[in-house]
């Protein structure tokens, strides 16, 4: 008897990669997002790949001569080809376009994406799905294909395992389909309460839905003659569509909530028909294209997004994102047509030709990563073959100097926190915004020549628990040795120096946090410093106004256009700084001095910010006023006033 191909499948393939689409070319209509729960489109994918998986394997398992081989060789004829072809397309694209820091991340993401483990890399990279920066990575979307091959192996082990070994096959199968959700999507929940970023990225957390899609085929026959199925095909239709417009970035996913679309996707696989609404709406002859090309349209989509984001082309420019999606389409059908089709026929392409060209592709990508990993150069800042982020010793590398003064920092501040010398000391406490007073204490030649100057990461609201851990980690038992050490670091400093992104997520209630560890620690001989909030500056992407500026001229500005700048700097200083600073002045009192460091960043007389020093090197590298390793130089003076006329 021959097969009935679903094309309702085939279409809900096609909403899946059309709101994943979307969702990523943020599209907003009256400030809100077309298609905020699009993501959800990878989990439709999901469901569907276990049922069609489960398909296969059940119906080669009668078989006696279906191994291992077969399987993953159609696996990955189906993924490999296409994806090893764009990523070396879009690694030249890099050498390019990118910047170096950002094509040295890419780097190690083609590397991770080749092998199949970029989730577990993205994961490690502590990047969140649902940020901003993430859409300027173009290789993130991988860590759903690495993902599906882990569970191919997973499903491949199972399977096989169950349908030769067990005699009652098919209730043994439902059997253990229905313990492994339901452990799954249990350990999901638990593990979401600890590290969402690793609940998002992990195995374990996902296979609950492909299982979900497994449990669909096995129990399939039941369902065909049921009298309501025509309401709960129309039901599975409702779910799918209000979960892509109803859930967003700051839903919990994958949590209990994602059962709505996974249920969704079950209930139109199990119920549909042909004679039904719903049945009529999934045989669209458009969403049954797009998903037959969903998978080129998947991987083309993320990468070319990207690169148009970084080289700041995208923003509000509707038409070049709906040029884009056209681009798609046509680049998705000839991929589709030219390399998905003929790799998927073994009469067309045999076994050894199809490896021969899947290795040169491999080979290709593995030797551009190293070449890359290699080549950046940390100290220099270059990939040696290329510096053209480079203009006069301007670097527009912004990330590069992060990282370049956080390694350098981080090193110098695990040196000096272990160093004993008699004199007053100064203990610096807070996020990445105090590594900067850090940088600024530790270079000037008073404050490192009077007192003894260390510095510990530490959230406000760690500051309540005495815990002065190395990272940003808060330890609640008073008895743990660390806590001894830390009192003992609290007690003998002489300054205290408090400073924070006081806006940021992780610093909620600091005006109570920051006044109750004050009130626990002070006495008649301690002072305490607060730092004010930074003044923050637009910034578009990779680049600062002053960065747009240099690489418009491809030269430095000169003294008026400095001056020009600096002017427009003030303009567009964050709003919010005033507020935020006002705010920690009430906390001001006897022994508690509060630093105003935004008045040294910008001068209300002349309507100025200051954003370069002396020798031309950029102050400002994020849109949070991270600030350059040499910035200190344009806050000497102003520190040295502080402690000689403010502090004593």
């Known amino acids: 008897m021959k097969e009935i191909f679903r094309n309702d499948i085939q279409a809900l393939r096609g909403i899946a990669v059309t709101s994943v689409i979307l969702y990523h070319a943020e599209i907003y209509i009256y400030g809100n997002q077309l298609f905020s729960g699009g993501y959800l489109g990878v989990d439709i994918f999901f469901v569907i790949s276990g049922f069609l998986i489960t398909k296969i394997l059940i119906k080669n398992s009668k078989k006696k001569t279906y191994s291992f081989f077969q399987f993953i060789n159609s696996r990955i004829r189906r993924i490999a080809p296409l994806l090893l072809f764009i990523i070396s397309i879009f690694s030249l ?8 820091s950002v094509l040295f991340d890419f780097s190690k993401a083609q590397l991770s994406s080749i092998f199949f483990f970029s989730n577990y890399f993205f994961f490690a ?10 859409l300027l990575k173009p290789l993130v979307h991988t860590w759903s294909l690495s993902l599906e091959i882990q569970m191919y192996l997973f499903l491949f082990l199972i399977f096989a395992t169950i349908l030769k070994v067990n005699e009652k096959k098919n209730v043994t199968l439902v059997l253990i389909i229905i313990i ?43 369902f065909k003659n049921i009298a309501y199925n025509r309401y709960l095909s129309l039901c599975g239709f409702l779910l799918i569509t209000l979960s892509l417009f109803l859930f ?43 998903g037959q090309i969903s998978y080129s349209l998947y991987l083309w989509h993320y990468p070319i997004f990207a690169f148009c984001r970084n080289l700041n082309l995208l923003s509000n420019n509707y038409l070049l994102k709906i040029f884009i999606i056209i681009l798609l389409l046509v680049l998705s059908f000839l991929s589709f047509r030219f390399i998905e089709q003929p790799f998927r026929n073994q009469i067309k392409i045999n076994n050894k030709t199809c490896y021969l060209i899947l290795f040169f592709l491999f080979l290709i990508n593995f030797v551009f990563s190293y070449f890359i990993y290699s080549q950046y150069n940390l100290k220099k800042n270059i990939l040696l073959f290329n510096n053209k982020f480079i203009i006069e010793n301007y670097n527009l590398d912004n990330q590069f100097l992060i990282d370049e003064k956080n390694a350098k920092l981080d090193n110098l501040r695990k040196k000096t926190n272990q160093i004993t010398k008699p004199g007053k000391k100064i203990l610096i406490l807070g996020d990445s915004m105090s590594l900067d007073m850090f940088n600024i204490l530790i270079n000037n030649k008073y404050t490192s020549e009077n007192f003894k100057i260390s510095h510990y990461y530490l959230l406000t609201e760690c500051l309540v628990k005495g815990n002065l851990s190395g990272d940003y980690s808060c330890l609640d038992d008073d008895k743990d040795v660390n806590s001894v050490i830390n009192s003992d670091i609290i007690n003998s400093a002489d300054i205290i120096l408090l400073n924070y992104l006081y806006n940021a997520p992780w610093n909620k209630n600091y005006i109570e946090n920051i006044d ?3 009130k626990r620690n002070q006495n008649e001989n301690k002072k305490f410093i607060i730092v004010s909030d930074r003044y923050r ?18 030269s430095l500005l000169n003294q008026k256009e400095l001056k020009s700048t600096e002017n427009l ?4 200083k964050s709003k919010d700084t005033d507020i935020i600073n006002a705010n920690l002045k009430t906390l001001s009192k006897k022994n508690i001095l509060f630093l105003d460091f935004s008045s040294w960043q910008c001068d209300f007389m002349i309507q100025t910010c200051k954003i370069v020093n002396e020798f031309g090197d950029k102050i400002y590298l994020d849109g949070v006023s991270h600030m350059h390793l040499n910035s200190n130089i344009s806050f000497d003076d102003n520190l040295i006033y502080f402690f000689k006329k403010k502090l004593y």
């Open 93 to 100: 694209f890099g050498l390019v376009y990118l910047l170096p």
């Open 125 to 134: 990279s502590t990047l969140n799905y649902y940020d901003f920066s993430t």
């Open 180 to 222: 492994i959700i339901f452990l799954s999507f249990l350990i999901g929940l638990i593990t979401n309460l600890y590290d969402p970023a690793l609940n998002f990225y992990s195995f374990h957390s996902r296979i609950w839905e492909f299982l979900v899609g497994s449990l669909t085929f096995v129990m399939l026959d039941r």
């Open 248 to 290: 967003g970035k700051n839903t919990d996913h994958p949590s209990y909530l994602t059962l709505i679309p996974v249920l969704g996707v079950f209930l139109i696989i199990s119920f549909n028909s042909r004679l039904h609404m719903v049945g009529f709406f999934f045989q669209n002859r458009v969403l049954i294209f797009l």
């Open 516 to 518: 109750l560890f004050i």
């Open 537 to 554: 500056f637009p910034y578009n992407l990779n680049y600062s106004i002053l960065d747009e500026f240099v690489l418009k001229k491809k």
């Open 569 to 572: 700097y003030f303009l567009y």
